[in-house]
């Protein structure tokens, strides 16, 4: 029989996380009144005032596997392109839902790997990066969380065998309100990187991570784990790194479920529970 002692105990320390996870999303908060005139255009989201148009539909017999097809932004053109051996630090749209943070630093490395650790509300997610393969990538996610640029957001959309986070105006359990939810990033992109080339068997299978984009060059801050093999209708999306810890989390994330909101177009709908980042961090490249 639990101890009156152990009781109180428990409830200590769930006030000290509540405490805890407040005052991450105050601080999340803060950071969007730093916004400035770029929008970064990242992916499979609602359209938002006649802006985004990507949409995620669910065909054939097995709708665990979504297909998603992607239109640039309207009177758009291509992101300049890199030199070979760098990163370019792209200018996005002009808009409101993105957070200035600055860019990466030059001399990203490109020999190794790193590991990311997604520490959430319902455990911990490692994933590999390889630095040869997507060092731009990498590179940009050591460089948001140095900012704590994801510490206190919600992750805002599920859909069949994928989770979607990273949007920095996420910070609250009202996000579901905000009509610009998925469009949100840094203010800048970057091309793509690191695109699967033959499916084996698919292009993405589950314990894949993989950055979430409205057309080629557009990458931001967004990304999905997936936990279920998919194609995604072709190879669009830039492969971030693998799962090495943590798929027990992800199946926690499958058995929530969710709401339905963006069906049948997008698709998906926002977590029946919330899915919070409390912290990512990126370790030295090894």
């Known amino acids: 029989m639990t101890s009156s002692r152990e009781r109180q105990q428990r409830a200590a320390a769930r006030a000290r996380l509540a405490r805890e996870m407040a005052e991450r999303q105050a601080t999340a908060k803060k950071r969007r009144q730093r916004l400035i005139g770029a929008g970064a255009a990242v992916g499979l989201v609602l359209v938002v005032a006649g802006t985004f148009l990507v949409v995620s539909a669910v065909t054939g017999d097995d709708d665990r596997n979504p297909t998603a097809a992607t239109t640039p932004t309207p009177g758009g053109s291509a992101p300049p392109a890199a030199a070979p051996g760098e990163c370019a630090w792209n200018e996005a749209a002009a808009g409101d839902a993105v957070v200035d943070v600055g860019t990466p630093p030059e001399g990203e490395p490109r020999e190794g790997t790193q590991v990311m650790t997604v520490t959430t509300n319902l455990g911990e997610v490692a994933v590999e990066l390889d630095l040869a393969a997507s060092p731009c990538i990498a590179a940009s996610f050591s460089h948001l969380a140095s900012q704590e640029f994801y510490d206190g957001t919600y992750c805002h959309r599920m859909f069949p065998g994928m989770l979607q986070c990273g949007d920095p105006n ?57 936990y279920e093999d998919t194609d995604l209708n072709g190879p669009n999306y830039s492969v971030v790194g693998q799962v090495v810890e943590g798929m027990d989390v992800l199946e926690q994330v499958n058995e929530i479920g969710h709401d339905g909101a963006f069906d049948p177009s997008p698709g998906g709908g926002h977590p029946n529970e919330d899915i919070i980042i409390e912290s990512l961090r990126v370790g030295d490249p090894s």
């Open 170 to 226: 996420a910070v609250d359990e009202n996000y579901q309100e905000q009509e610009a939810i998925g469009s949100g990033g840094p203010a800048y992109q970057y091309a793509d990187e690191n695109l699967p080339t033959t499916p084996d068997p698919v292009y993405y299978p589950a314990g894949t991570m993989a950055m979430a984009n409205s057309g080629p060059g557009t990458n931001g801050s967004q990304f999905f784990f997936i």
